[in-house]
Structure formats: C-alpha cells, structure tokens
C-alpha cells in the first residue's frame, strides 16, 4: 500500500489556467505538508496542516491555496498559472505526537511528487 | 531562523570508495537533524535522523551520521560506495517534530566504476 500518493504525477498546462494537485496519505499522521522543488533540486516548505488547520503558510503566493478536506487529504489549487510555476511538488505527511511504540513520530515521509511543467 | 548549508553540490567517488557528504547547520534551538536521499524521478527517502539521542547514528544501506555540536555539523558518511548510491542526498533540520523541514541545497553523489 502506497504511504504518501500523489495524482497526478506529471501536469503539462498553459500559462494562466489553473489547476489541483491531491494528496492523500493512509498513514493516520495529523499533519500534511506542500514542498517545491526547483529547476536546481532546491526543497522549500509551501505549507503545513494539522488536523485540517493550516499551520505554515511560508509567503507563498496568495495563487496557491491548499485545502484539507479531512486530515488523510491535502490538495492544493493553483490559479493563473506562471512559468516560475514550473517545479516538482511533494506532498508529505508526519505524526505530531510522539509515538514510542512506532519510533518514527518524528519522520515526515514523502510523496512520489508531481512534475508540474508551465508552458 | 533555522538554515542548512551543504558543502559541493556534486561528489563524484568511485566504487568502493569511501562517502562522504558534508552537511552544516544553524539553529537557535538543540536541533532535529535528517539525511534523505532522492533517487532519480523518486520522492525523497529518509536514511536516517538524529534527535538528541545518540550522537552517531546509523541509518539504511550503510550509511550514517555524526552530530558534532561544536561543529554545527552532521556529516553523512559511507565506508564504501556502490553504484545504487548514486542519488541526490538531501541534509535538513527541524525544530521539533511535526515541524517543517529546512533543506540544505542538496549533494548529488555519482559513482563511478
């Protein structure tokens, strides 16, 4: 079973459409996160939800606007799309709480990603 | 704030040879500290974590880790490099858990025969 999935997996679109990325995550963690991965391999934090709340929000553009249905989904919309726009987004998912009995309470585990290409 | 600097952003080893990835950081809090490791068109993959526990931590396929405080410093190292190591290894911090993950710029580690 796939821990962390994300679809779709590559997303060719034109310059000003906007489009949804969905994550969902079969792990019972609490909390969810967004991260952008540039043309150069850099990692940044776009957001982070916990419990359906949204906890980071790290000065990302008003275009961007996740949503949490329920703590197991994390999509995120974007509208008018730009060429900058163009990176590999990864979905990931953590527990807040300590879990002794797991050990991994304090892993984020990642998705596959999504390739988003603006042209 | 939280940053994470990680010296050469391509090593080039040979089969056999040792690894070694260096990794720097700053933190205004005792720091959480991870190694993962992406393979090409792959998400990322955790090797291993430090959390105030152990200062040499072992992680997946022989790889592991020192967390040298007075260095600021958490080094990934392998005593011999196979050609499945040959990935983007990614060193990040974290305040706490459930926290998010600050990057360094990435190591992409080629293995030559």
């Known amino acids: 079973d796939t821990a962390v999935s994300q679809t779709p997996k590559y997303l060719v679109t034109q310059m000003g459409n906007d489009k949804s990325i969905k994550c969902e995550q079969n792990l019972g963690h609490d909390t969810m996160y967004w991260y952008k991965q540039d043309s150069k391999k850099f990692l940044k934090i776009m957001f982070s939800y916990n419990n359906k709340e949204l906890i980071i929000n790290e000065t990302v553009p008003n275009r961007f606007s996740p949503k949490s249905p329920d703590k197991a989904h994390l999509n995120l919309h974007i509208n008018s799309l730009e060429l900058g726009d163009s990176a590999v987004y990864f979905c990931a998912s953590s527990q807040e709480s300590p879990s002794w009995t797991s050990g991994t309470w304090d892993e984020q585990f990642f998705g596959p990603g999504t390739r988003l290409t603006v042209l | 704030a939280q940053s994470v600097t990680q010296l050469g952003s391509h090593v080039s080893v040979s089969e056999g040879a040792l690894v070694l990835l260096r990794c720097n950081y700053s933190s205004s809090v005792p720091p959480y500290l991870f190694w993962y490791v992406q393979y090409p068109n792959q998400g990322l993959q955790l090797l291993l974590k430090y959390t105030s526990a152990a200062t040499l931590v072992k992680g997946i396929n022989g790889f592991e880790a020192e967390f040298k405080k007075s260095e600021t410093s958490f080094h990934l190292t392998k005593p011999s490099a196979h050609m499945s190591d040959a990935a983007e290894y990614f060193c990040?911090?974290?305040?706490?858990?459930?926290?998010?993950?600050?990057f360094g710029g990435g190591t992409r580690v080629l293995v030559k025969p």
């Open positions: 990040a911090v974290s305040k706490a858990a459930g926290n998010k993950l600050t």
